[in-house]
T-cell receptor
Framework: GESVGLHLPTLSVQEGDNSIINCAYS??????FIWYKQESGKGPQFIID?????DKRQGQRVTVLLNKTVKHLSLQIAATQPGDSAVYFC????????????FGKGTLLTVNP | SAVISQKPSRDICQRGTSLTIQCQVD?????MFWYRQQPGQSLTLIAT?????????ESGFVIDKFPISRPNLTFSTLTVSNLSPEDSSIYLC??????????????FGPGTRLTVT
């Protein structure tokens, strides 16, 4: 069935290293993708989004890459900091009047000092 | 971005009872949603709260179990009825801040952690 999922459930990195979190999606009709960060005890926080007509989008220390050929999405975090430790979710939104977000399973990022 | 508050932040309820969760937004929004996040899991959409009409429920969620109100463009409530331990989850309110354009950013409240004993 159609789904949004993550390759790695956990990722552990050293402070200062770059982190890459991956996400696969199966519905080629999806045209909008979002990355969320969820810290313990909090709601998901919007990080960055990308439309399907783009391959790359950069924010502050974060970059999202979209490969529509293989239906793959990634979030790159530069110079990872302890405050980046959280669960990261990718989500997709499909076109038309349907506003629903479909979330992936989540990746737990742990940053070691 | 919209600022969203939820009440209560957490509660412990006995099975068979109900809990009503409130969601307040600091600005008028067109779209409001309710999600459930079971322990260690991702988010699942329960329903879209429609202002002035009945909520639109996703597959597997019914109005009798999850009645929703949306009296205006800044407020909504979700009731979880006839509680069982399986309802223990985090319940999250979410909004789209700007009307009309479907690719808008979607923001989440802090969540309500419900434990059913």
């Amino acid at each position: 069935g159609e789904s949004v999922g993550l390759h790695l459930p956990t990722l552990s990195v050293q402070e200062g290293d770059n982190s890459i979190i991956n996400c696969a999606y199966s519905n080629s009709a999806s045209d909008y993708f979002i990355w969320y960060k969820q810290e313990s005890g909090k709601g998901p926080q919007f990080i960055i989004d990308i439309r399907s007509n783009m391959d790359k989008r950069q924010g502050q220390r974060v970059t999202v890459l979209l490969n529509k050929t293989v239906k793959h999405l990634s979030l790159q975090i530069a110079a990872t900091q302890p405050g980046d430790s959280a669960v990261y979710f990718c989500a997709e939104k499909r076109g038309g009047s349907n506003y629903k977000l479909t979330f992936g399973k989540g990746t737990l990022l742990t940053v070691n000092p | 971005s919209a600022v969203i508050s939820q009440k209560p932040s957490r509660d412990i309820c006995q099975r068979g009872t109900s809990l009503t969760i409130q969601c307040q937004v600091d600005s008028q929004v067109t779209m409001m949603f309710w999600y459930r996040q079971q322990p260690g899991q991702s988010l699942t959409l329960i329903a879209t709260a429609n202002q002035g009409s009945e909520a639109t429920y996703e597959s597997g969620f019914v109005i009798d179990k999850f009645p929703i109100s949306r009296p205006n463009l800044t407020f909504s409530t979700l009731t979880v009825s006839n509680l069982s331990p399986e309802d223990s989850s985090i319940y999250l309110c979410s909004v789209e801040a700007s009307p009309g354009v479907y690719l808008n950013e979607q923001y989440f409240g802090p969540g309500t952690r419900l434990t059913v004993t």
